[in-house]
C-alpha cells in the first residue's frame, strides 16, 4: 500500500515571485512529485521587493505551521526580508508542529535563529521559485531532496567534478551546520546566532567577490566561531565578476590564503548554493566527514524525516 501524498506548504518570507506566470505549473510539479500542496503566497498582495508586507508574511510561516495537513514548509525563494521578520517569528510555534523547514539564501536567518531558540533541525534544500517553477527539473536536486527528507542517514559526495581541489585528509564529526555567509555573517552578535561546539559548517553564496568572502571568513575568525569548529566545507560562491584590479587576486588565490590562515581544515566541492544542481543539507543534523585530495564524504543522521 502506497503511503498518503505528503503535504507541503509554500510560504514566502523573503522575495517575491519574479515569474507569476510559472507558479501554477511549479505547483503542478510538486503535484507530479507527490505532493498535496497549500500555497499561502499571493502574488496580488507582494509588497514592494517582497512577498506581502512583514506582518502577512510572519502569517504564512504560522500558518504553515499551524495546518495539521502540512508536513514540508518551503519557501518560495530568497532574495531578502527574512532578517525583518526574526523579533516577530514565534519560534516554539515552528519547533512543535515538527514541520520540516526548507530553504536556502536568505532562508538561512530563520534557520540560523531557530536552532538559536530552540534547537529545532531544518533543511538547507531547494526552494519553490529555484527549483520547482522551471519548466525541466534537475534531476539530482530532486532525487537529493527526497533522499534527505525521507532519511534515515542522507550522503552527500563532494568530487573534482564538483569543485573539489586538494582537500585535506581528514575524518570528523560534529553538528552539521551553515549555510549563506552573507546571512549568517549578518547575524554575529545578534540573539539569532546559535553557539555551536565542535560542528561543521558549510558556507555558501552568490555575487560575492573573493574579497568579500575572504572578509567574512576573516570575520568569523575573529569572532570566536571558526576556531570552536572542525571543518569548514564550502559549496559554490558565483555569479561575481573579477577585474584588472585583482592583479592575480581570485578565488583560487583567496582559498590558498584562508587555507593557511583559519585555525580548521577548509574543503571545497560541496554540491551546495545559487545554482540548479545542489544537495539538500539537515541544518542541526549529526554528520561524518571524510576528506581526501581526491574529494570527501559526507554522512548525516538523527535529523527528522517524512
Known amino acids: 500500500m502506497n503511503p498518503p501524498p505528503t503535504g507541503i506548504a509554500i510560504v514566502a518570507p523573503s522575495g517575491l515571485a519574479p515569474d507569476a506566470d510559472a507558479l501554477d505549473a511549479g505547483i503542478v510539479r510538486l503535484q507530479q512529485q507527490g505532493f498535496i500542496v497549500h500555497n499561502y503566497y499571493d502574488h496580488a498582495a507582494r509588497h514592494q521587493r517582497f512577498g506581502g508586507t512583514d506582518e502577512a508574511r510572519v502569517a504564512q510561516l504560522h500558518a504553515a505551521a499551524a495546518n495539521p495537513a502540512v508536513k514540508v514548509v518551503m519557501a518560495l525563494r530568497g532574495s531578502y526580508g527574512m532578517t525583518r521578520l526574526l523579533p ?44 520547482f517553477a522551471p519548466a525541466e527539473l534537475d534531476d539530482y536536486t530532486v532525487a537529493e531532496f527526497f533522499n534527505c527528507l525521507r532519511g534515515p542517514q542522507h550522503r552527500v559526495l563532494g568530487a573534482v567534478a564538483d569543485g573539489a581541489s586538494d582537500n585535506p585528509e581528514i575524518t570528523v564529526a560534529g553538528r552539521l551546520w551553515g549555510g549563506n555567509l552573507a546571512m549568517l ?44 569548529q572542525r571543518a569548514l566545507v564550502l559549496g559554490e560562491f558565483t555569479a561575481y565578476k573579477l577585474g584588472a584590479y585583482e592583479n592575480g587576486y581570485d578565488f583560487e588565490a583567496m582559498l590558498a590564503y584562508v587555507r593557511a590562515t583559519l585555525p580548521l581544515p577548509v574543503l571545497t566541492g560541496l554540491p551546495l548554493g545559487h545554482v540548479r544542481r545542489h544537495t539538500t543539507l539537515p541544518f542541526g543534523g549529526m554528520a561524518q566527514l571524510t576528506s581526501s585530495p581526491r574529494g570527501f564524504t559526507l554522512t548525516i543522521a538523527d535529523y527528522p524525516t517524512l
Request: hydrophobic content about 45%.
Open 88 to 131: 516577530h517569528i514565534d519560534y516554539q510555534l515552528l519547533a512543535d508542529s515538527g514541520k520540516l523547514f526548507v530553504g536556502y539564501s536568505d532562508f538561512t536567518a530563520l534557520q540560523m535563529a531557530l536552532m538559536q531558540a530552540t534547537g529545532h533541525i531544518s533543511f538547507a534544500g531547494p526552494m519553490f521559485c529555484a527549483d
Open 185 to 228: 555573517v549578518s547575524l554575529l552578535g545578534t540573539p539569532y546566532f546559535p553557539t555551536i561546539d565542535d560542528g561543521i559548517l558549510f558556507l555558501e553564496d552568490v555575487g560575492e567577490h573573493p574579497y568579500r568572502v575572504e572578509r567574512m571568513l576573516l570575520q568569523l575568525q575573529q569572532a570566536g566561531v571558526l576556531g570552536r
